[in-house]
């Protein structure tokens, strides 16, 4: 990158522990709206500034969140916050777990439709976006606005209330073996 020019910064975000699983997935939403952040400030510095390295690196850091991250958090909820809440059946609570069990199928298909442009540019291949690319990438971005909310709003609070510390402490466990990390004492 030249002189003069503006900087796209990776990502740096306090983490949470295995310790406390809720934490930790309220820490991912964080990144994940930061990791969308990047993406939209890559754009826009496509746009003004066109490609260089910083650019290629911001691309290969949502490429990094999106395929590796993203996923894992997802299964961390397929399995550990969704199924006691759809136990519980209070309808308005498994209607709402439904609905996010869909976007988690919806933002994979999305993110397949999305990555490939964001692959291209990080390996040099393109310098930019078409309007096809573009298109792509806010559909997927779109696809986690109602969905985090719904999450933090409505279904950890829920969860928390039906899962005691001993199943949140096995929840964080199996967090911790799923990554290959150390998992929480007790």
Known sequence: MTAGRASLPGLHSPG?????????LEACHDRVRRSLDLLQRLRQYLRDQGCDDSARQAARDVLRYFDIAAPLHHEDEELHVFPPLLAAADAQVVALVRQLQQDH????????GARGSLQALAEGDIDRFSAADDAALDRFAASYADHLRHEDEAIYPA???????E???????????????RPPAG
């Open 105 to 112: 199928v919806q933002m994979a298909e999305r993110w397949a």
């Open 167 to 181: 199943a949140q402490l096995g929840m964080g466990r199996e967090m911790a073996q799923r990554r290959g990390a």
């Open 159 to 165: 969860a928390r209330a039906v899962l005691g510390a």
């Open 16 to 24: 949470a522990g295995f310790d406390e699983p809720f934490a930790m």
